[in-house]
């Protein structure tokens, strides 16, 4: 920083700051000035922001500004909207910290700057916008965090080979067992923050669409903050934006495509896991601190590639859920105290995939609670060997109120007698199930 009395001028002071970073060498490379000129100040200037993404149309609420204004300096702050990015509202001014711009899906902020003092200037250290709905996005091309070589394994690390989990197709009928179905270019799925700032597990059923398949799976946050659940190169990837910065470990299994896994990752104090079909990876330090991030992003985040494939019964829990291999569930994922986020994808239907963990974090298909081309396709879930062990508010149909084990028989499923002691026995096309006298049962409350 330099200072200096301009001759001839009243006796104030004139200031030139000068910034440097390079982020892989930050904090250890000197930096060499060999001239730096200070002129006046103009009397007017203004500053645009970039363009922020919704992600759907939303009502922009309050602006307000970190910033200080010396004598005969002024800091006016404008907004605009727009539904496509291409059509904007004019400018508005700000009215106290109130946004007067309508409502819509993207926004941007200016500054307007101004002096009667050539040696005074208004400054604004930060910005700070608020709305109803997940929290923007920067649309221009975000820098990626420096991609560290995937963490060594604490232990020896022999993969299991993992035998495909053969999968049918069968057609999706509303109130059925469903999934959705990403393309790999643009589809996405939005909701509100998740699990951050601690321990933490991501889980799903997956089935990728292509071989060697990458792409944004699941991301809790942005591009500085939470985690990414990704694929890379055919293998799932976890990344955790720590105190440490941008940080990741991979499982060394390659999943093939159009064969359903169950994946998941853990984050706890500093260590992380993978796991596919409840083989694990080694275990990696990384960063102690967690970062929070602001959403959750499903399928694909602007900037990067976007995952081509299915996804079924996503649970984000704030607790570390494995530490060793277990066994493949074979039943949907519970909720328990822990589960944050359980995303079951049963609707089959429609814009909108309901948290079954009874938080409020609907999830939206898409960029707009309407349909557009950024929306996932529903198609049929995972077909778990038990699906009677689950929350049965997505398993009873037609009508029926199951009280006990659900027995499906020729197309038809029917609301069984509660059994104690006797066997139930289910017959359905190919598949027999037979439960024992403590057999799992499906409770339905209604």
Do not use: K
């Amino acid at each position: 920083m330099l200072q200096g009395t301009i001759p001839g001028a009243p006796t104030l002071n004139t200031w030139a700051f000068i910034y440097h970073q390079t982020p892989a060498t930050y904090g250890a490379s000197p930096m060499n000035v060999d001239w730096a000129r200070v002129g006046q100040y103009p009397a007017a200037g203004s500053y645009t922001s970039c363009v922020y993404d919704a992600g759907q149309a939303a009502p922009w609420g309050s602006l307000t500004m970190d910033a200080g204004a010396p004598a005969n300096t002024g800091a006016v702050a404008l907004t605009r909207t727009s539904p496509d990015g291409a059509n904007w509202s004019g400018w508005a001014p700000v009215s106290g910290n109130v946004i007067n711009s309508p409502a819509a899906r993207y926004f941007q902020y200016r500054l307007d700057l101004s002096t009667a003092n050539v040696m005074q200037s208004p400054e604004v250290r930060a910005v700070n916008v608020q709305f109803t709905g997940p929290t923007p996005t920067p649309t221009n091309t975000p820098t990626p965090g420096p991609s560290p070589t995937p963490l060594p394994p604490t232990a020896t690390f022999t993969p299991t080979p993992i035998p495909p989990t053969p999968t049918t197709m069968p057609t999706v009928m509303p109130g059925a067992n469903s999934a959705l179905q990403f393309d790999g270019v643009n589809d996405f799925l939005s909701a509100g923050a998740s699990a951050g700032g601690g321990p933490v597990t991501v889980e799903m059923w997956l089935r990728p669409s292509v071989a060697n398949a990458a792409g944004i799976v699941l991301l809790g946050g942005n591009e500085n903050s939470g985690y990414s659940f990704e694929m890379e190169n055919g293998r799932i990837v976890f990344w955790v934006r720590t105190n440490q910065g941008w940080q990741s470990i991979s499982h060394p299994t390659v999943l093939s495509a159009g064969v359903w896994y169950h994946v998941a990752a853990t984050y706890d104090a500093g260590v992380l896991r993978t796991f596919v079909n409840g083989q694990a990876s080694g275990a990696g330090a990384v960063g102690a601190t967690l970062t929070q991030g602001p959403l959750v992003q499903i399928g694909a985040f602007s900037g990067y590639p976007a995952f081509a494939g299915a996804l079924d019964d996503v649970r984000i829990s704030n607790i570390a859920r494995y530490a060793a291999n277990f066994a493949l569930p074979t039943a949907p994922h519970a909720v328990d105290a822990n589960t944050v986020d359980l995303w079951r994808f049963n609707e089959a239907a429609g814009q909108l995939t309901a948290d079954a963990a009874g938080a409020p974090n609907t999830a939206t298909l898409g960029a707009s609670n309407q349909a557009d081309a950024a929306d996932p396709t529903w198609t049929a879930g995972y077909p778990f060997p038990n699906p009677a062990n689950c929350d049965a508010d997505e398993y009873a149909a037609a009508n029926q109120h199951a009280a006990a084990d659900q027995h499906a028989a020729a197309d038809q499923y029917a609301a069984a007698h509660e059994h104690t002691d006797a066997r139930a026995i289910a017959h359905a096309d190919e598949y027999t199930y037979q439960y024992a006298s403590t057999g799992r049962q499906c409770r339905a409350d209604f």
